[in-house]
């Protein structure tokens, strides 16, 4: 529509200098020859100027009016410095500061298993790997809680930013039993490509702690689902 609007424009300025022409056509006295010879490149520079204005002057003007009131093509988005590529590469090992972990009571009386949820709080994916090393006792001497080998998933944990991670953990084998003792909070340390990893967190029980018999406790390994069968034991 906005061509449309512009067009009128053309054919007045084509108008204009067909009047321009026939007043000089007309014009009287000796000097005639000279005065048409001096109007003839008038009309012709307002002819280049209307009728073929569709061509871009010297200052670079539009191609058309349709060109000139074009809507801008939208600019691209930069890609912000420092942006992540795609490379196919594995993600990083999650660190014991790459992640928040919690412990709650699975379902059941007595209580005989919990579930630690690793939530990758870093901002960066990282991978889980193996299993958490869990110190039911005194992190100096408390001997870590064996892995169930069924457990273990057919593919590495790689955690976006936000997403968790779970694991079963067998406390006791149910019912009152002399070793039970009771745990308010625990340590939890995680695996480093060439083996355990420095540091831990301390995880608090839920709420009243849990009985834990360290003869009888088991985990499982990092997945991103707790499965029938695999987490059972």
């Not at 204005?53 to 410095?81: F, I, L, T, V, W």
Request: aromatic share 4%; with cysteine.
């Amino acid at each position: 529509m906005r061509t449309a609007i512009r067009r009128p424009a053309v054919l007045a300025a084509a108008v204009v200098a067909t009047l321009s022409l026939s007043l000089t056509a007309c014009g009287g006295g000796g000097d005639g020859a000279k005065d048409k010879g001096d109007a003839a490149p008038a009309p012709a520079d307002r002819t280049a100027s209307g009728a073929h204005g569709e061509k871009a002057d010297a200052a670079g003007a539009p191609a058309s009016a349709a060109e000139a009131h074009a809507p801008a093509a939208p600019a691209r988005a930069a890609k912000p410095a420092g942006a992540a590529k795609t490379t196919g590469g594995k993600a990083p090992a999650c660190t014991f500061e790459d992640v928040k972990i919690t412990a709650e009571k699975q379902d059941g009386t007595p209580t005989t298993h919990l579930t630690l949820t690793a939530t990758n709080t870093s901002g960066h994916a990282c991978t889980l790997l193996r299993y958490p090393l869990i110190a039911f006792g005194d992190i100096h001497t408390a001997k870590d809680v064996p892995a169930v080998a069924k457990s273990k998933p057919a593919t590495p944990v790689v955690l976006n930013a936000g997403e968790p991670a779970y694991v079963a953990v067998r406390i006791n084998n149910g019912g009152v039993h002399e070793d039970n003792h009771v745990v308010t909070s625990f340590n939890v340390n995680l695996f480093a490509p060439e083996g355990p990893a420095e540091g831990s967190k301390v995880v608090k029980a839920p709420l009243g702690g849990v009985a834990v018999d360290d003869a009888v406790a088991k985990t499982g390994y990092w997945t991103t689902e707790l499965r029938n069968g695999a987490d059972e034991f």
